[in-house]
């Protein structure tokens, strides 16, 4: 059966008039959503860290700003937009002591919620909306007069409006002139990490650095191989994206479509599927959150500092950075 899906005109913002939205956090998602918010009408003020880097541009950007606790308590609905790892703590320190019934405590990302970083209180409405893209997409598209599509859900509808405030904010920030698709706190987190190790972030980066350095290995330039594994990936992900895999298909060489459907089964084979099913496992059975949590809680954000440091001296990153340099002069990293 389809999931439920909302577009523009069938949802409202009535359901957010006259409350206040305090939107807690003002990064890449903290900025765009709260002025599309803003532009949109709702009334938002914005909960920062007093002095922290976030305070001069939010405020500049024409929102009122103020501490998280005063934000918070001044507010209806409090959107948490800060990093999983921290929201914890800003929910005991700065968000909780003011929380009142008929309040909504608004994600996006459950991860808080669903691994019980974080315990509402009852009579506090739970939802999430979690646009399906960077921040800066969100801001875009909607300067542009679409949007990025958003997943929505209640976790606890404790004032019987807690649908209404969640597709109010999806309308809001724009995502509703996309769509909007209905989902659950447990599928979104398990979904999305799933996605993140698998495929998105760590399948992919794996899938290109294994690449490259078979044809390294095999005697080609270093040069070639980058262009070939990963600067024309983006080419092929921006075709499938557009037009789905079989519209990738129809689009590329009959030589790339021959060797891509005949090959790419055996790289990314049954044993790989296998093995992404542990990953999920693993996600589904709180391995991973308890790992997480452990490795953060010791190490902070160094907890994958090592990591980065290797691939950062691995042979596709040296060549990379003197490609991105010859295409894009200004470059600065």
Same mark, same amino acid.
């Given at each position: 059966m389809p999931a439920q899906t909302w577009k523009d005109e069938d949802v409202s913002l009535d359901p957010l008039k006259g409350q206040r939205v305090a939107v807690v956090g003002y990064g890449i998602q903290g900025d765009a959503q709260a002025n599309n918010m803003k532009d949109s009408g709702l009334d938002v003020v914005v909960g920062l /860290?007093?002095?922290? &880097? $976030?305070?001069?541009?939010?405020?500049?950007?024409?929102?009122?700003?103020?501490?998280?606790?005063? &934000?918070?308590? =001044?507010?209806?609905?409090?959107?948490?937009?800060?990093?999983?790892?921290?929201?914890?703590?800003?929910?005991?320190?700065?968000? &909780?002591?003011g929380l009142s019934e008929g309040n909504a405590l608004s994600f996006s990302h459950a991860a808080a919620i669903h691994w019980g970083w974080?315990?509402?209180?009852?009579?506090?409405?739970?939802?999430?909306?979690?646009?399906k893209g960077p921040g800066s997409k969100v801001r875009e598209?909607?300067?542009?007069? #679409?949007?990025?599509?958003?997943?929505?859900?209640?976790?606890?509808?404790?004032?019987?409006?807690?649908?209404?405030?969640?597709?109010?904010?999806?309308?809001?920030?724009?995502?509703? /002139?996309?769509?909007?698709?209905?989902?659950t706190f447990k599928e979104e987190v398990e979904t999305d990490w799933f996605g993140e190790q698998a495929?998105?972030? =760590? =399948?992919?980066? $794996?899938?290109?650095? +294994?690449? #490259?350095?078979?044809?390294?290995?095999?005697?080609?330039?270093? %040069?070639?191989?980058?262009?070939?594994?990963?600067?024309?990936?983006?080419?092929?992900?921006d075709m499938i994206q557009r037009y789905g895999i079989n519209g990738m298909w129809s689009r590329v060489s009959e030589t790339a479509r021959?060797?891509?459907?005949?090959?790419?089964?055996?790289?990314?084979?049954?044993? $790989?599927?296998? /093995?992404?099913? %542990?990953?999920?496992g693993m996600i589904q059975d709180g391995t #991973? +959150?308890?790992e997480w949590v452990a490795a953060y809680g010791r190490?902070?954000?160094?907890? #994958?500092?090592? /990591?980065?440091?290797?691939?950062?001296?691995?042979q596709i990153e040296q060549v990379g950075r003197r490609m991105r340099r010859m295409m894009w002069p200004g470059s600065t990293e």
């Open positions: /860290r007093k002095g922290g &880097a $976030s305070w001069e541009k939010a405020t500049s950007d024409g929102h009122e700003v103020l501490p998280v606790a005063e &934000a918070c308590a =001044g507010a209806d609905v409090i959107h948490v937009l800060i990093p999983d790892m921290i929201q914890a703590r800003a929910y005991r320190d700065d968000i &909780a002591p974080i315990r509402a209180p009852d009579g506090v409405d739970v939802i999430m909306v979690a646009p598209t909607y300067l542009e007069g #679409f949007g990025t599509p958003s997943i929505v859900a209640v976790e606890r509808d404790s004032t019987g409006g807690a649908w209404g405030r969640a597709l109010g904010i999806g309308k809001a920030i724009g995502s509703a /002139r996309a769509g909007l698709i209905r989902t495929d998105l972030c =760590g =399948g992919s980066a $794996s899938m290109v650095m +294994n690449a #490259f350095e078979t044809l390294v290995e095999a005697g080609y330039q270093p %040069e070639i191989a980058y262009f070939e594994v990963l600067h024309e990936l983006k080419l092929i992900v021959y060797g891509g459907l005949t090959r790419g089964p055996a790289v990314m084979d049954a044993g $790989s599927k296998e /093995r992404m099913k %542990e990953v999920l #991973f +959150n308890e190490d902070g954000r160094d907890a #994958f500092a090592r /990591r980065m440091r290797e691939i950062d001296s691995h």
